[in-house]
């Protein structure tokens, strides 16, 4: 899910925020809610965000985050198995969820009189959730065919599973949020009901909702559905803080495809880890705007159109993870060239930024795309509440999105090409090579995602 955070992440402008109605408020039971205000149209948009995902697990049952996200619509006692999704949809709503590394939510989009539908069904899944064994049983095989179709079977997303398992040594994100096959296949019923009695409560969940409301009858709604859940008695989850990097890693991933694949990924700080040089984050942020900020970037300017060495290839950087993060670069050599040639010119986009600043206009381009798109996403009702839950639940406060503009214009050249010289070394450096095997004709690989490699 790192693509739909790259989509969503980013904040609102300054100017913009000034206008913006947000209220926070914090039930008896631990119960975090956020309403912002957008009279635009009647609708409300509700989401029920809980801090777990595939980085709190442990090895043995990597995965379970999200086949309990599957079992969430496997019905209480209440509410038997296909009733949420017929009761939202009868209300004319649309719901979503998914599982990330740091985070599971649950989303629905409603006329804002709905607003009570939706709250009354997450109430009663948070803490009465039936987990029938022969459901569980069935679903685990859905995820486990999921996990095939996804992975194992699209060389792309193989090759970046295993580059994420070599680039961590210690860190959970080295971990797939789908799972390890063989945890997969030794979860059981008992793991599943430990692991929703111990996450899924009012005191490890935000509920943000977003649109036409009045926070004062969202929160009394609130308190009359959420209310009376008992909390969890849920312990801080351990640091399990990435050990330092000695040197360079590189492995190679033989997989039948069609066209070989490259990344490269340098260990980066995040907005929460790196409060002593706080401008960093963002200076890497307008770093990977530099290489890969739309066709005039330099990537595609250099790589694809000009020397034509890559079809594809992509540059990445997500500052508000929770845990220490990975600067991603990747592509698809084009024909005729190879992925080591690939890679010496990606090393020379590098270099090139470590020894010559970026000049002030190539900057101002940079930081009014970043602004024009974080902007436009506020259009979206839904992006708005996303941005909000995603910020809490991986540790900040919504209100570090009123900063974002105003660090991102402070960002100097002398700033990117600081950060490029401490955090782009081969110390560093992760490598991952797919090497194509000859496809059988009667399996063929899933398409790839392109150069992205989130």
């Known amino acids: ?10 904040a609102f402008a300054s100017a913009a925020l000034a206008d913006l109605a947000i209220h926070e408020y914090r039930l008896d039971n ?54 949420f999704s017929r009761i939202i949809a009868e209300n004319g709503g649309e719901e979503n969820a998914f599982t990330s590394q740091d985070y599971t939510a649950y989303f629905q989009t409603m006329e804002k ?28 095989q859905v995820v486990m065919e999921e996990r095939r179709m996804r992975t194992e079977d699209n060389p792309q997303s193989l090759t970046y599973e295993h580059f994420n398992a070599t680039a961590y040594t210690v860190s959970p994100y080295r971990t797939p949020v789908i799972g390890w096959m063989d945890d997969l296949e030794s979860l059981d019923i008992d793991d599943l009901k430990a692991w929703y009695q111990q996450w899924y409560a009012p005191n490890n969940a935000t509920v943000v909702v977003a649109g036409d409301v009045d926070p004062a009858e969202v929160h009394a709604l609130a308190k009359q559905y959420f209310g009376a859940l008992e909390p969890s008695g849920i312990e801080p989850a351990k640091p399990r803080r990435e050990v330092e990097q000695r040197g360079s890693k590189r492995i190679e991933v033989k997989a039948p495809a069609e066209l070989p694949y490259l990344i490269m990924g340098y260990k980066t700080p995040v907005v ?21 900020g739309g066709s005039s970037a330099r990537l595609e300017t250099d790589l694809v159109r000009g020397q034509a060495l890559a079809t594809s290839v992509s540059a990445g950087y997500d500052a508000y993870d929770r845990l220490q993060t990975l600067f991603l670069l990747s592509g698809t050599p084009s024909s005729g060239n190879s992925v080591a040639k690939l890679e010496n010119a990606l090393r020379a986009q ?8 970026v000049s002030e206009q190539e900057l101002d381009r940079v930081k009014a795309q970043i602004r024009a798109g974080k902007v436009y996403e506020q259009d979206s009702i839904f992006y708005q509440a996303m941005q909000i839950g995603i910020m809490e639940t991986v540790g900040l406060d919504w209100k570090e999105l009123e900063r974002y503009h105003r660090n991102l214009n402070a960002v100097t050249p002398e700033q ?3 950060v490029a010289r ?33």
């Open 272 to 292: 929460l880890s790196a409060p002593a040089q706080s401008w960093e984050p963002y200076a890497l942020e307008v770093l990977a705007g530099v290489l890969d």
């Open 416 to 418: 990117v090409r600081a």
């Open 422 to 454: 401490k955090y782009l070394t081969d110390e560093r450096l992760t490598v991952a090579e797919l090497i194509p095997l000859p496809i059988d004709p009667n399996h063929p690989p899933t398409s790839g995602g392109g150069g992205d490699v989130h």
């Open 1 to 10: 899910m790192r693509g739909l955070l790259a989509l969503v992440l980013g």
């Open 30 to 83: 631990g119960l975090k809610l956020i309403v912002k205000e957008d009279h635009r149209a009647p609708v409300a948009v509700s989401q029920v965000w809980y801090k777990v995902g595939s980085s709190y697990e442990h090895d043995g049952i990597t995965g379970i985050s999200h086949v309990l996200e599957h079992m969430m619509f496997k019905g209480t006692q209440k509410h038997p198995a296909g009733e």
């Open 113 to 140: 009189s709905r607003l009570p539908v939706s709250f009354e069904l997450e109430a009663d899944r948070m803490r009465n959730l039936a987990l029938p064994e022969e459901e569980f049983l069935k679903e685990v």
């Open 350 to 357: 590098i270099d090139r930024l470590t020894e010559t600043l």
